[in-house]
């Protein structure tokens, strides 16, 4: 068998099987007792056993084993038919002896002279879930529970009986059919000639013309002919469903049936010896066995003649797949671990998901991937954004996890943001994002495990789209629920009420057969083979020849032998009874496999002149097909490698892609030449070397991730490492075809270094630092000269910047705020608004003085602003004002510093894009400005002009405010945010009592950030944020798409998690799109995007995910700072290990102490020319002593305490 789920954002079940071999055991080429095979059951072994007319045959796959009167204690070789219960007893209904029974190696025989039976003439028997045999005679019907006979004989000439899972008794007579009650038979409906079988919740009955089915309760829920279905013929003899809920009719006269796929099998094209059937019986998910009245018995199953694919599942920019081995592979992009190989490093050929072997099926999601195993357990992985893996967290995983503990899983699809699952009694099951009732449980609750959806147990097909869900029922009905912004419910609207929470039948048919949900679309195939469309159609994907949305279901052209469909996110792919490929919709990326790109086809279109397409499966923008010998072939977009053929190149025809098979891993992974910058890692390779050689890949984070590349040889250098870092280091092997799983090789630590930086402030898409020796640097964009180099030209590598000795700095979008450690305020950059303060609107490309004051002790930039405060505490603000940023009560611009009321006893300000906040000498902390998000923290979302208190605490020690969120620390540790949480840049999901749960929406009050109290310092940019623990360690959460974060991944995260496990991070400082960090040893490092040149490595080429280090760096300008050689000031020694001494030839009035930060340390006074300070007690790191002379002269240098 093999099976499509489609997807992007959609997921459909549909299933089909391709050409199958036949293999003939009879009396002339095998041991088996006779060519009449009239039924067959299989037990616990995996053992076949054969009804004839000659006995009871076995057969264990290999040799046929029979019993019949000569060799047995069996009374009768004539067997009508066998079952076999749950203590593994085998029944055996003779034509004229009565009852046999084989319970081991024990025959028994029941007649009617030695038993209940009314006579010996037995026309039928079952056995129920209690072991309770059920017996039709003439005389009615027989029940034996082992002990007692009891015969109902007010329905005599019952000709057929089954019993369904709820031990529920069905027989027939003269065409009626009836349920026995337990004392009688109540009617159930006419014109049905015998049951077939009970399955699951449904009753299979032969009917006058055609297939009935029922429900365990009696409602008919089809009647199928071959008018109005693909039925393939009106003599029914046998029907079975097999472990994907596929049903299978042997015909009498037509060959053997694929009805729910709606393909035949004959004599003709799968070499049957008859089209005659008799009975049969599926085995697994792939072996169909099938015993005729003179041909014997024939095993048929799946022809492999070249190809390897079984399922396939595309992935919004990956793919799924498991082979007819029962293998689950993987290639495409892994950036949220939807590959499931313990990473997220993108793969361009197949990897091997595991070792194990007993996959069933599989559906891929957007970013995550659901399945189930052969045992009926459900698995997640990928992306879990909304808890949609369902395992009760909101955490990635990067390999298959098991959800729950059922084992009756039958069906999955993976949407967007939410999942949906049938279980085997018919019951459906969703989880995940809800926002607008894709879930279908009546409310918009987000669900973080399965929850049932309503009390019905008759649900048969799924799909899940975008924002919408879809389901057919086993009355062929259809149902909708969700999202409809493009009337992809198909309920006449466009709007999404209310009642839109729970299933909605659409329409009244029931003779709907195949669904797919595409990006805002749905697309079906009825019973009579014609195929329908509704929902968005702007790409044409609705494939009706026009390009207007429809809100109801409309008809795809007047074809009536569609057979599949797959709805990509706005293409779509179908095939057709004959085996011809289709396609139709968006073509940008050659999706369409047509030959062509760029261009938008509004009707179904064929593709080549193929007949032997089998399944299909539309992503976002790449499309799979597998055609009936289990080849694969694909087309369209293939940035991340997603078409697996092992390329990157985009495909507008349908390439065929090499079955992948085994790759041997690479053994004894080493590490030597470690220095503090440098590695070597080595390995061991494969006895025949791998076609592609081998990947390698190394990261501070234990998840596959970080840096990657490739090599041909064992070995490879790595270079520009972080001084006393820890890395982790994998390697794979690349066989072309197939790539090996990653080998984890362990753990080095670089060798220690000293650095020379000391403070670093990263702007939206550039940043500036400043060494140990007073000297700015500056990189990254530069339209608008916020570099301060005294051009607008981009700088991939750090540039002087003609300003030393900065205390503070602030960088914003576009311009820069630095105060000096004589307490000058220096601007420079874009001054559209006049946030440089320098009476002008006149950008500025290098460093300019702001007044003459020399008391400034704070600085933040905001969008287009500036605020900060001076030593006397008085509050001042300039630039861009319609907010109300500046806190004045008014919306005025001013370009000038301007005093903000008359308090003095602000601390230090923090500015977001259009919002302050500010920190209070009593420890309050107040906020002023635009509050759409609630990011000014008050309970509400109106815009404040002047300042107000956020709730009432006095215990606020450190703040931080960037886009529309705000963050800050208590003296007590813990951490709090509040705002915009869209990028989860808040990092309070999951925490008590916080509705951001989703990673959506904003909290217009403070909630904590977690449980830890340790917190140090905070930091944030519009998109993500970090902090620094008191034991020295970083940690990110937020936007990651660019690897800002700098864990490895490119995983959004939704809470704090640690970068490394250096525990030596002095200070951090964040760019929309880069984290840079320096340690206590003055090394820095940054992480991110790279595009503007922000990494400082003197390119643009790839970001990092992990952090690296920014040289240091020499320059022509000269340093403003005061160096003790050239100066009667002296301060030693340097670096420092306890005592301090500072002397001069002037009088040293006072000193005064600061972290690098600007944290104030010590204030003394000297009152002479020297004086010795004890630093014993002082933390490791770099820090700044302000000496004040006499004369009010005022000298700064930096020192290192060890």
């Not at 998910?285 to 399922?311: E, F, H, R």
């Amino acid at each position: 068998m093999r099976k499509i789920y489609l997807m992007l954002l959609i997921f459909l079940s549909v299933t089909a099987f391709g050409q199958y071999s036949s293999e003939v055991y009879n009396t002339s080429n095998s041991g088996i007792g006779s060519n009449n095979v009239r039924d067959i059951e299989i037990d616990n072994n995996g053992v076949l056993w054969l009804s004839t007319n000659n006995g009871v045959s076995t057969f264990n796959g290999t040799a046929f084993t029979n019993y019949n009167t000569s060799n047995s204690g069996i009374m009768s070789n004539a067997i009508l038919e066998i079952e076999i219960d749950g203590l593994q007893r085998k029944w055996m209904a003779s034509q004229n002896n009565g009852i046999i029974v084989l319970n081991g190696t024990t025959w028994s025989n029941y007649t009617a002279s030695n038993s209940g039976l009314p006579n010996n003439a037995i026309k039928g028997i079952a056995v129920d879930g209690t072991n309770t045999l059920w017996v039709i005679t003439s005389g009615g019907l027989t029940k034996f529970n082992g002990t007692t006979w009891t015969t109902y004989s007010s329905l005599p000439n019952i000709n057929s009986l089954k019993v369904d899972s709820n031990n529920g008794v069905w027989v027939t007579n003269n065409n009626t059919l009836y349920k026995f009650n337990g004392t009688d038979f109540t009617f159930i409906g006419q014109n049905v000639k015998k049951l077939l079988n009970c399955s699951g919740t449904k009753v299979y009955a032969e009917g006058i013309d055609g297939l009935l089915t029922y429900t365990n309760s009696g409602t008919l829920l089809g009647n199928y002919t071959q008018s109005n279905s693909c039925l393939g013929g009106s003599t029914l003899n046998a029907l079975d469903v097999d472990n994907d809920g596929r049903e299978w009719i042997a015909l009498g006269g037509s060959g053997l049936q694929n009805f729910s796929d709606c393909i035949i099998y004959t004599a003709a094209n799968s070499n049957l010896p008859s089209n005659i059937l008799t009975t049969l019986k599926t085995q697994n998910k792939s072996t169909v066995w099938i015993g005729y009245s003179q041909n014997g018995l024939v095993k048929a199953t799946p022809q492999n003649m070249g190809g390897c694919w079984d399922v396939i599942s595309t992935g919004s920019s990956y793919s799924v797949g498991i082979k007819t081995d029962g293998t689950l592979w993987a290639w495409g992009n892994d950036n949220n671990s939807q590959l499931g190989d313990g990473g997220v490093i993108a793969r361009n050929a197949a990897v091997q998901i595991g070792t194990e072997s007993n996959w069933k099926t599989v559906s891929a999601g957007s970013s995550h991937v659901l399945a189930i195993k052969n045992n009926g357990t459900l698995w997640a992985w990928g992306s879990n954004s909304s808890s949609k893996l369902g395992d009760y967290t909101n955490a990635n995983r990067i390999v298959p996890i098991q959800i729950g503990t059922a084992t009756t899983w039958k069906d999955v699809s993976a949407g967007s943001d939410h999942s949906l699952a049938l279980r085997t009694d018919g019951t459906l099951w969703t989880w995940g994002n809800n926002d607008y009732g894709q879930l279908g449980d009546g409310s918009y609750i987000l669900r973080a495990i399965p929850f049932k959806v309503g009390t019905a147990t008759n649900w048969v097909k799924i799909a899940a789209g975008s924002e919408h869900s879809v389901g057919i029922k086993a009355d062929g009905t259809l149902w909708t629920w969700g999202g409809n912004t493009s009337g992809q419910l198909g309920n006449g609207t466009n709007v999404k009420t209310i009642y839109d929470v729970s299933p909605k039948q659409v329409g009244t048919d029931t003779n709907w057969l195949k669904i797919s949900a595409g990006s805002y679309y749905t697309l079906a195939v009825k019973s009579n083979g014609t195929l329908w469309g509704w929902g968005s159609n702007q790409s044409g994907q609705l494939g009706n020849g026009t390009l207007s949305n429809s809100n109801s279901p409309v008809q795809i052209g007047t074809a009536t032998n569609w057979n599949i469909v797959s709805a990509g996110s706005s293409h779509a792919l179908g095939i057709k009874t004959n085996g011809t490929l289709w396609s139709w919709g968006y073509n940008n990326y050659g999706q369409l496999g047509n030959g062509t790109s760029g261009n938008t086809v509004n009707i179904p279109t064929q593709v080549g002149t193929s007949t032997n397409s089998l399944l299909v499966s539309a992503g976002s923008y790449h499309s799979l097909e597998v055609n009936f010998e289990g080849s694969l072939r694909t087309s369209g977009l293939n940035s991340s490698g997603q078409l697996g053929d092992n390329t990157l190149v985009q495909k507008n025809t349908f390439t065929a892609i090499v079955c992948p098979s085994s790759c041997n891993v690479p053994t004894q992974l080493s590490v030597a030449n470690i220095t503090s910058t440098t590695a070597t890692i080595n390995w061991a390779g494969t006895t025949t070397a791998p076609a592609n050689g081998y990947m390698y890949a190394y990261s501070t984070n234990q998840i596959v991730g970080g840096i990657n590349g490739t090599t041909l040889s064992n070995t490879v250098n790595l270079t520009n490492l972080a001084p006393n870092t820890t890395y982790y280091y994998w390697v794979a092997s690349h066989c072309g075809s197939s790539q090996s799983r990653w080998v984890y090789g362990g753990t080095f630590t670089t060798l220690a270094d000293s650095g020379c930086w000391s403070i670093v402030a990263g702007g939206s898409t550039y940043a500036i630092a400043m060494k140990s020796d007073g000297t700015t640097w500056s990189w990254g964009k530069n339209e608008f000269g916020q570099l301060g180099d005294g051009t607008t030209v981009n700088r991939t590598a750090p540039v002087q910047v003609g300003i030393s000795n900065i205390w503070k700095m602030s960088a914003g979008d576009q311009h820069v705020a630095a105060i000096k450690t004589d307490g000058t305020l220096w601007v420079w950059g874009r001054n559209n608004f006049g946030q440089l303060g320098t009476g002008n609107t006149v950008d500025t490309t290098i460093p300019v003085k702001i007044g003459m004051a020399t008391d400034w002790v704070s600085v933040a930039v905001g969008s287009y602003f500036t605020i900060a405060v001076k030593a006397n505490g008085t509050l001042w603000a300039w630039g861009h004002n319609t907010y109300g940023q500046f806190g004045n009560g008014t919306t005025y611009d001013k370009n000038v510093p301007t005093q903000i009321g008359t308090l003095t006893n602000w601390k230090t300000v923090t500015a977001g894009d259009n919002h302050v906040l500010a920190l209070k000498t009593d420890g309050t902390i107040w906020a002023w400005g635009e509050n759409y998000s609630g990011q000014l923290g008050i309970g509400s979302t109106t815009n404040r002009t002047t300042p107000v208190q956020i709730l009432t605490g006095t215990t606020w020690k450190s703040i931080a405010a960037k886009g529309s969120h705000s963050l800050a620390i208590k003296t007590d540790g813990t951490l709090y945010g509040w705002g915009s949480n869209i990028h989860s840049q808040l990092g309070t999901e999951g925490t008590s009592g916080s509705s951001l749960g989703t990673g959506l929406g904003s909290s217009a009050s403070p909630y904590p950030v977690g449980t830890a109290t340790d917190w140090k310092l905070v930091e944030t940019a519009s998109f993500s944020s970090a902090a620094i623990k008191n034991d020295g360690t970083l940690w990110t959460w937020g936007a990651n798409g660019d690897g800002t974060l700098g864990d490895g991944t490119l995983i959004r995260r939704r809470n704090p998690v640690q970068i490394g496990t250096s525990t030596d991070r002095q200070s951090v400082s964040l760019s929309d799109y880069n984290t840079y960090t320096i340690s206590n040893d003055g090394i820095l490092s940054v992480t991110g995007w790279n595009l503007e040149g922000q990494l400082g490595n003197g390119t643009t080429d790839a970001g990092r995910t992990i952090l690296l280090p920014i040289s240091c760096v020499t320059g022509s300008l000269q340093s403003q700072e005061i160096s003790p050689v050239s100066s009667n000031l002296k301060v030693y020694p340097n670096p420092v290990q306890d005592y301090l001494t500072v002397s001069s030839d002037k009088k040293i009035i006072s000193v005064t102490v600061f972290t690098i930060s600007g944290q104030l340390i010590l204030t003394q006074e000297i009152n002479d020319f020297k004086g010795i300070l004890n630093f014993s007690d002082l933390q490791s790191g770099v820090y700044m002593i302000k000496v004040v002379e006499a004369g009010n002269i005022v000298k700064s240098v930096k020192f290192i305490k060890k």
